[in-house]
């Protein structure tokens, strides 16, 4: 089993739509959890931490689940410029991270 | 406002040829890593280094080799280039977000192709 596991996608979604991804990650013992974005042929960079009481950032919603040990990334009216690769990244007792593979979206306008 | 800067930006090589790709940062970061992304795979960790002399194996290390030359610097050396090996390179360096663990600034990447 994958450390982080993400629907690959693509999520194709028209303009103006709310979309969600959701992740899953295997050791309990992890304690920090952030969403990546990727561009097309560039670098990732973050997006948002996740936190425990879940956090929002303008249009983005990150909610975390330890029970069930999932992480979820919400987008409300999706933006042209939002078509990225979303990647879950966590890590554990150390600074390095575990990267998804990532989840595709296109906003279709 | 530099970053993490890395270079080369593309590279083609032969089979058998080695290469270094540099990456400096001046964040003033203790922790820098050395990552590869292939379709389908996610970026999988070559080698670490938590702090200036010391460095770790990933996943994924193989065929290559690195140093820490500073605080600064960080190269990935491949001594006999593979087909395999063809891929995105991304430096990174990390530092702690208040509460929130440790976050990763990466650097543009190498397009590196083996042939």
């Known amino acids: 089993r994958k450390e982080v596991e993400q629907d690959p996608g693509p999520f194709n979604v028209p303009e103006g739509a709310t979309v969600a991804f959701n992740c899953t990650y295997s050791?309990?013992?992890?304690?920090?959890f952030f969403w990546y974005r990727q561009d097309c042929r560039k670098e990732p960079k973050l997006l948002m931490s996740?936190?425990?009481s879940g956090n929002e950032d303008g249009r983005f919603t990150a909610q975390l689940n330890r029970a069930s040990q999932y992480i979820s990334l919400l987008i409300r009216d999706s933006k042209l410029s939002d078509s990225a690769t979303y990647l879950c990244?966590?890590?554990?007792?150390?600074?390095?991270?575990?990267f998804g593979t990532g989840t595709r979206l296109t906003i279709i306008p | 406002n530099a970053g993490v800067t890395q270079t080369p930006k593309f590279q083609v090589l032969k089979t058998g040829q080695s290469m270094t790709l540099q990456c400096a940062q001046d964040?003033?970061?203790?922790?820098m890593y050395w990552y590869r992304q292939d379709p389908g795979m996610g970026l999988r960790l070559i080698y670490y280094?938590?702090?200036?002399?010391?460095?770790d194996k990933g996943e994924v290390p193989n065929g290559y080799n690195v140093s820490r030359l500073n605080k600064r610097e960080f190269s990935l050396r491949l001594e006999s280039a593979a087909p395999s090996q063809t891929s995105v390179y991304f430096c990174?360096?990390?530092?702690?977000?208040?509460?929130?663990?440790?976050?990763?600034?990466f650097g543009s990447g190498t397009r590196l192709t083996v042939v």
């Open positions: 990174a360096s990390s530092a702690e977000i208040r509460g929130a663990g440790y976050g990763y600034t």
């Open positions: 050791n309990s013992a992890s304690q920090s």
């Open positions: 996740v936190y425990s």
């Open positions: 990244v966590v890590n554990g007792r150390n600074e390095k991270l575990t």
């Open positions: 964040m003033n970061h203790n922790s």
């Open positions: 280094s938590a702090s200036e002399g010391t460095t």
